[in-house]
């Protein structure tokens, strides 16, 4: 199987130039779907913080990129929503959220929000010795308690003494913010107005109030990204926006 694909071909969220050449790096399988951008991409085509392939292996082989708390070693590690990335060395810290076209976009942040990542809870299951256990979006599991519910969003530390440690709880409920991460809505940020059940394999209604205009607007349940209560609990728009 090939690892490079046609930049043609490549998804609409990396945001990259089609005709600089012909291929670009694929995405290796991992946690996100299939519009992950490899590391390599992001740091050469996205930011410019390399030229070539070259300059990223040696950016990378130096542990100067650290994803979610963890050294990247890897060029084609793929990189979605919600990722932190981190380059301690230059004072660069970022996390990826979408933006009004649905494609990724890196807002800079500060040093301290770099060391949290905001994990929407996907479901939950009890395991062994009647534990309860969180089933995160991008394929992490935590032990908690029985106070959390599925599409909540759970803040959890990425300091090594701390991973994964859950310091902050943002409901799915009416009043909260959210960011809108799919659909002709991404990117909005808004406060949920309103959950309209429905029945069957159809996804929840949700009515929100849009943070900046306040209009209302509805999108479906799988395209909510609780971000906080009264007001959002990250930065929606950083120094390179």
């Known amino acids: 199987m090939s690892d490079h694909l046609k930049r043609l071909n490549a998804p609409e969220s990396w945001h990259i130039s089609k005709k600089v050449s012909k291929f670009v790096t694929k995405t290796a399988a991992g946690p996100h779907n299939a519009n992950a951008m490899p590391v390599a991409v992001w740091l050469r085509d996205r930011m410019g913080f390399a030229r070539n392939m070259k300059e990223v292996k040696q950016i ?3 542990k100067d990129v650290i994803i979610n708390g963890r050294p990247c070693r890897d060029p084609k590690m793929g990189i979605g929503l919600f990722d932190i990335i981190a380059m301690p060395k230059i004072g660069k810290y970022y996390r990826i959220l979408r933006d009004d076209a649905g494609r990724h976009a890196p807002v800079e942040i500060s040093a301290d929000e770099a060391k949290v990542r905001f994990c929407k809870v996907r479901n939950k299951t ?3 010795g009647g534990r309860v256990q969180l089933n995160l979006r991008f394929g992490a599991n935590v032990i908690a308690d029985n106070t959390y519910k599925p599409e909540d969003t759970v803040v959890v530390s990425l300091e090594p003494e701390t991973r994964f440690k859950i310091l902050n709880h943002f409901p799915f409920a009416v009043g909260n913010m959210a960011m809108v991460i799919g659909g002709r809505h991404s990117g909005k940020v808004a406060r949920v107005v309103d959950i309209i059940k429905t029945t ?5 209604k949700v009515i929100l109030e849009d943070a900046e205009t306040k209009s209302r607007f509805d999108t479906i349940t799988p395209y909510i990204y609780m ?4 007001t959002p609990a990250i930065t929606i728009r950083g120094n390179n926006q």
């Open 60 to 62: 990378l082989s130096q």
């Open 126 to 128: 009890i395991i062994t």
């Open 200 to 204: 069957g394999s159809v996804p929840n």
């Open 227 to 230: 971000i906080g209560r009264e």
